[in-house]
């Protein structure tokens, strides 16, 4: 469901401008700039089969997440989305949409524990398998392919927690010569700052709880896609298997969305700050930041990413110890999962959301922290890194 003709007058504006009107035109009956929550389960009919916009029952279609669906294909660049009552819903129905029983994934190697566990533990008992390889090898990536049963190619860039960045153009070159489709995650970066689609990815996938979101304040879930026949078989699963985004969490992200550009420059802004600063710090053994030129991935970042996002990871000389006490010493710098609001989180990938992967390939260093660099002024962040180091050492 999506009203295509309210968004032919935006061809070719920016982005900022599409995040704030594309998918919805003001109701024509009251006028309301801001799409309702249409919260209603059923549509009236006018005769039998006589709907109204198509509307019928809101797991098929709900005017609000018709709105979201239509502004996160529009800010992708992409003619389909999709919205979810979380990112792991939308995961779940892409693997049920595109892959069957001895079908093949290749994963990160250092995916999203939860993407992870979804292929790991649930997507392997109905006989879909997977195999990792490092996003930043493409030749890895090549060899554990398996031609004419590998199905997709997963990516996530940046990663999660090392922020290891992947080629994305590169990666659906290797993926389309084996006639596999390339999916990426494109939850830590965003659609600001990277457009996965344009480089010759297939299907972005979205976490709309981070980011796109943006305020901690909702659990939601996207696709996008471009192609007509693998937007027909998502719609048609998104529809079969029911995990939709109700009106209100499509509401809270759709409002997201409209300052989706303005948080993502503050993020980057203060992420850049953040890791000079740790960068010179005598506790800080090393930083990991997509941005700093002495990170692996910057050229690739450099090329496929607008700016380069506000997570940083830092490791501590005092060991998994000290890395632990700075966690708990912050005060701007709030000690929590998740990530993408406009609140600074920190946290132990080790002992928080790294722990259930310890002992395995990809288990994290325990003297590794993580930060969502929030939108808070820049100098009260550095302020409270630099008294919690002190403290701390
Ligand atoms: C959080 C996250 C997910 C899962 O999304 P939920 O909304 O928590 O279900 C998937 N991928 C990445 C990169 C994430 O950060």
Redo the contacts with the bound molecule.
């Keep these: 469901m999506s009203d295509n003709h309210i968004d032919e007058h935006l061809d070719g504006a920016g982005f900022e401008t599409r995040a704030i009107h594309a998918g919805y035109a003001p109701d024509p009956t009251t006028g309301a700039v801001i799409p309702p929550i249409y919260a209603t389960s059923t549509y009236a009919q006018d005769g039998v089969g006589g709907l109204r916009n198509g509307y019928e029952y809101s797991r098929s279609a709900n005017p609000t997440r018709t709105a979201l669906e239509s502004t996160l294909a529009a800010l992708e660049g992409g003619a389909h989305g999709y919205a979810f009552a ?6 779940d129905t892409l693997i049920r949409a595109l892959c069957k029983p001895r079908d093949h994934v290749v994963l990160p190697n250092d995916a ?1 524990g ?2 992870f566990r979804l292929f790991d533990k649930v997507a392997t008992v109905w006989g879909v398998e997977h195999s990792p390889a490092p996003v930043t090898d493409v030749d890895a990536v090549r060899a554990a392919i398996k031609p004419g049963v590998t199905r997709m190619v997963w990516v ?1 860039t940046p990663t ?1 927690p090392l922020l290891s960045i992947g080629d994305i153009e590169a990666l659906a070159a290797v993926a389309h010569d084996a006639g596999a489709l390339l999916v990426v ?1 494109n ?2 970066a965003s659609s600001y700052l990277q457009q996965p689609l344009a480089l010759g990815a297939d299907v972005v ?1 979205h ?4 980011y796109a979101g943006g305020h901690s304040d909702v ?3 996207a696709l996008v896609v471009d192609d007509d026949a693998l937007a027909e078989r998502i719609g048609f699963h998104q529809n079969s298997i029911g995990g939709v985004a109700g009106p209100f969490d499509s509401w809270l992200v759709l409002r997201g969305l409209k300052t989706l550009a303005l948080r993502m420059e503050r993020h980057s802004d203060n992420a850049e700050k953040v890791a000079d600063f740790l960068g010179t710090h005598p506790a800080v053994s090393q930083v990991i930041y997509p941005g700093l030129a002495d990170h692996p991935g910057h050229a690739v970042a450099s090329r496929q990413m607008k700016r380069y996002g506000g997570m940083v990871s830092f490791r501590v000389k005092g060991g998994e110890e000290q890395a632990l006490a700075i966690c708990a010493a912050t005060k701007v710098f709030t000690l929590g999962e ?3 609001g406009v609140e600074s989180l920190i946290e132990h990938p080790g002992r928080m959301t790294h722990a259930s992967v310890a002992g395995t390939d990809l288990e994290v260093p325990a003297d590794l922290v993580r930060l969502s660099v929030g939108i808070e002024t820049s100098e009260d962040q550095l302020a409270d890194l630099d008294r919690a180091l002190a403290s701390t050492t």
């Design positions: 979380s990112g792991l819903a939308a995961e999203y939860g993407t996530e999660n995650d939850t830590f996938v976490s709309t709880t981070k659990v939601g879930g998740s990530l993408g």
